[in-house]
């Protein structure tokens, strides 16, 4: 019989949701207990609650962790599945900060445990065909991309009514909605060379930005644009929340909001799933993660790998705070422990109250 792995989710809160909803549906593995200062949460997530993840590290007998917790735990989390040499899932934001970061990645390698971040949108179908077609050279020797983030629920007194903790967070659109299309634009094209980033606000009803343009380029022959806000629906609706465009020496491809994938002017690819977050997208990567522990496979976003999407990020808030393009050659050096430094968050964040 085929082992089910044993895991447990700690965090119950808003998108936690969708990771449960993720797990039921896979069958090689199984959340058998759930941890949440709130403990009537983790009763719902699975048969056995408890409120702190140490106490359910110390009484359960588990396989793997999916650490669904706010960012400024994730170390000290990490640490105690370290320590009780279960596999790791960690979601994004990696870090608070470079240093921690590295922290993180850190522990786990010398712990030769398995740990992978949980960056979900590369999972999505859409992004996929995209990455074949590219490989099979259906567009040519790739030229220019660019993606287009779109939600409109970042207006009024009261935003982002389904996370309000966001409206809290000093560096927002980039860290928590951005940074997945600038790890999609890493899993397409490959390593980022530089980011030029501009960002503001308009709501004074948050701390952070949350409408940002970034420009970003890949070795000397591919370069994108990602642009971002919160203040309008994609017109139409759909699981992507904006498009994509990415062009070749020989045509190019289109996503539209709707998932569908079109070569030239043709459709490649209809997007018919319905099942899931987003393309179905949290559960193909935790099916990912869960093949990778049972085979000894490498993570696609392994913890030193994520490093990179993790530097850019810290780019481009470094760029908005000194205004230039930052080349992350200049940034990154994880096995010396350098790394960006980190900016002042409310650097060259502008406020217009419009709302």
Known sequence: MTKVLRGGIIGCGFFARHHLEGWQRIEEASIVAAADPLVDRAEAFAPRAY????????????DFVDIVAR???????????VESKVAILCQKPLAPDWTTALEI??????????????ENWRWQPWYRVAHDMIRKGNIGAPIAYGFRSRAG???GDAPYRLQSY?????QFLIDEALVHHIDVAHFLFGSIGTIYAQAGRRNAAIAGEEWAILSLTHGDSVHGWID?????????????AGDAV?????????????????HNQSLAWKNEV??????????????????????????????????????AVRAAYRSIAESRSISLLSIVDAASGTGPTEPNPAHGITTDSRD
Request: proline share 4%.
């Open 246 to 262: 990415i062009e070749g020496e020989a045509g190019t491809i289109s996503i539209r909001s709707t998932g569908d994938v079109y």
């Open 71 to 81: 960012v400024d735990q994730h170390l000290s989390l990490v640490q105690l599945a």
């Open 153 to 155: 629920d970042g207006v």
């Open 105 to 118: 990645v850190r522990c786990a390698e010398a712990s030769r445990l398995r740990f992978m971040v949980h």
């Open 166 to 170: 966001l409206r809290n967070l000093d």
């Open 51 to 62: 409120r702190s993840a140490e106490e359910m590290l110390a009484r359960e007998e588990l």
């Open 228 to 240: 971002g806000h919160r203040f309008l629906e994609p017109e139409p609706g759909g699981p992507v």
């Open 274 to 311: 319905s099942a899931g977050y987003r393309g179905d997208s949290v559960r193909a990567c935790q099916a990912h993660f869960v093949a990778c522990v049972k085979n000894g496979i490498p993570f696609e976003t392994s913890g030193r790998g994520y490093l990179h999407t993790f530097a």
